[in-house]
C-alpha cells in the first residue's frame, strides 16, 4: 500500500530547476533509499515533501490525503517526521528537553498525552541518551547529536520517517548501531523509512528499493542490485570504481 507519493513533482528557484518532473512513492513498510550527486535534488525533494518549501508544480500526498503546500507542523503532526543533515538541537536545553518539546509540538493532539515520562525515557534509553537525559544538547558527541535527531524525530509518533544523511560523520562501529537501529525501527515499530545517504555501501545494504536523481530528475528506481549495474547511475554518480569494488 503506498504511504506516499509524488506525481510531477517540481521546484523552481527563479530559474534554477532543482526538481524537475519527479515521480515517486513509497510503500508501507518499506525502507527506501534516495541517491544522487551533491545538487542532484535529494534534500530539495525532502523540503518539499515535509513542507519547508512548496512545490512549483505536482502534487504530494501522503496516506491518501494531499500534503503539497501543507505547512511543516501540520504535516509532522499527520505523521511524517524527517531529520536534518546538520543536527539543531535546542543547545541549551537538555536532551531530555528537546525530545520532550518534539513530542508536545509535533504529535497530533489524538496521540498526546498528559505524561511522557516513561516513553520518553524508553526512547532515550533505545538511542543510548538515557544516562545523557539531564546534560544540554551543545555537550553532545556527533554520534549522539545523530542519536538525539532520530530520538526527537521517533518523538513525533511517524508513521513515515525520512533521514536526510544520518550516517555522516559516523566512523564504522557508529555506522552499524546505525543500521541496527533503522532497521529495528522498521521491523519491530512498524516505522516506513526514506532515507537519503551517501555511503553507498550502507544503503545498498539496508535498502529494498533505491531511487536515483541526477540534475533534479530521477533516472533509476529498483532494487539495490539493479541500481548498481545500471549504467545511467554509473555514469552519474557511482563510477566504475565502485561497480569493481
Do not use: W
Not at 530521477?218 to 539493479?226: C, H, L, N, R
Amino acid at each position: 500500500m503506498r504511504l506516499i507519493e509524488g506525481s510531477g513533482v517540481s521546484k523552481h528557484f527563479g530559474g534554477l530547476i532543482a526538481l524537475n518532473n519527479v515521480d515517486f512513492y513509497v510503500d508501507e513498510n518499506e525502507i527506501v533509499g534516495l541517491i544522487g550527486p551533491n545538487g542532484a535534488g535529494k534534500t530539495t525533494l525532502f523540503n518539499v515533501i515535509s513542507g519547508v518549501y512548496t512545490p512549483t508544480s505536482g502534487v504530494i500526498r501522503f496516506r491518501g490525503a494531499k500534503i503539497s503546500g501543507m505547512k511543516p507542523y501540520k504535516i509532522c503532526k499527520l505523521g511524517l517526521a524527517r531529520t536534518f543533515q546538520i543536527p539543531k538541537p535546542f543547545p541549551n536545553m537538555t536532551v531530555y528537553e528537546n525530545v520532550l518539546s518534539a513530542a508536545f509540538f509535533g504529535r497530533s493532539e489524538s496521540g498526546k498525552s498528559l505524561d511522557y515520562k516513561q516513553e520518553l525515557q524508553e526512547i532515550l534509553e533505545k538511542f543510548g541518551l538515557a544516562e545523557k537525559s539531564a546534560v544540554p544538547a551543545s555537550n553532545l558527541t556527533t554520534f549522539e547529536l545523530r542519536m538525539l535527531e532520530i530520538a526527537r524525530a521517533l518523538a513525533t509518533k511517524p508513521k513515515l520517517l525520512m533521514l536526510d544523511e544520518a550516517m555522516t560523520g559516523l566512523n564504522p562501529t557508529e555506522t552499524r548501531q546505525m543500521l541496527t537501529i533503522i532497521r529495528e525501527l522498521r521491523d519491530d515499530e512498524g516505522i516506513t523509512i526514506f532515507m537519503i545517504e551517501h555511503n553507498m555501501r550502507a544503503i545498498m545494504e539496508i535498502s529494498d528499493r533505491i531511487m536515483v536523481l541526477h540534475q533534479g530528475m530521477k533516472i533509476a528506481d529498483g532494487k539495490p542490485e539493479e541500481i548498481g549495474k545500471n549504467v545511467e547511475v554509473i555514469e552519474a554518480y557511482l563510477g566504475e570504481a565502485y561497480v569493481g569494488s
